[in-house]
């Protein structure tokens, strides 16, 4: 795990293959290897995802940072939810977004800070074009986490098992300007991370 964002609130640490076999021996590896407490509420999908995540990540070992990331709330040391990626970018230059958090820390601000966050660091990456997202119609507070990073409606289709799905974009002439972050290390395949921002 050599790959960090930070935001003014939470680390963003990218996910890799020993860390996820840590915890699915036990939580506690897991914790000890993040310095962060890891609640049982995580993950927020279920324990079924950390395996799939595995295999995903052997099954592309040059994925870089597109990949999940560990959200983790810095004062309180706590593992509240993942963010990241569903791949590289496509042959458009478009990465899709996705995230989650715990129930007790949504409602604060932390998807947004997370989300914009992860938007920013694909935008510093010269292949990438625009970020998409979806979301699903009741999907109300993750709607409100994209419009506020800048993604407006897309459009939508009908997806076989979850019915109606909302499309979400940002491109990269549209995008707002960058929050503060600062990225520490370099992702496995990916270009070094730019320098932090003046404070």
Do not use: Q, S, T
């Given at each position: 795990m050599t790959f960090r964002i930070a935001t003014s609130r939470l680390d963003l640490i990218l996910e890799d293959i020993a860390a996820l076999?840590?915890?699915s021996e036990s939580?506690?590896?897991?914790?000890s290897l993040l310095g962060a407490q890891v609640p049982p509420q995580w993950p927020v999908c279920g324990a079924d995802v950390i395996a799939y995540v595995i295999d995903w990540l052997k099954s592309d070992p040059e994925l870089g940072g597109f990949g999940a990331y560990f959200i983790i709330h810095r004062a309180d040391r706590m593992l509240i939810?993942?963010?990241g990626f569903k791949g590289r970018p496509n042959q458009y230059g478009e990465v899709e977004l996705g995230y989650s958090l715990?129930?007790?820390y949504r409602g604060q601000?932390?998807?947004t800070e997370a989300?914009?966050?992860?938007?920013?660091w694909a935008f510093h990456q010269p292949d990438v074009t625009a970020v998409r997202a979806e979301t699903l119609p009741d999907g109300l507070a993750s709607q409100a986490v994209l419009k506020k990073i800048g993604m407006v409606l897309d459009g939508e289709y009908r997806h076989p098992d979850?019915?109606?799905?909302?499309?979400?974009?940002?491109?990269?002439q549209n995008r707002p300007p960058p929050r503060k972050i600062i990225a520490a290390g370099t992702p496995p395949g990916a270009p070094p991370p730019p320098p932090p921002p003046p404070a």
């Open positions: 076999e840590a915890f939580p506690a590896k897991l914790a939810g993942d963010g715990i129930e007790a601000g932390y998807a989300a914009g966050a992860l938007a920013d979850d019915g109606r799905v909302f499309r979400w974009r940002l491109d990269r």
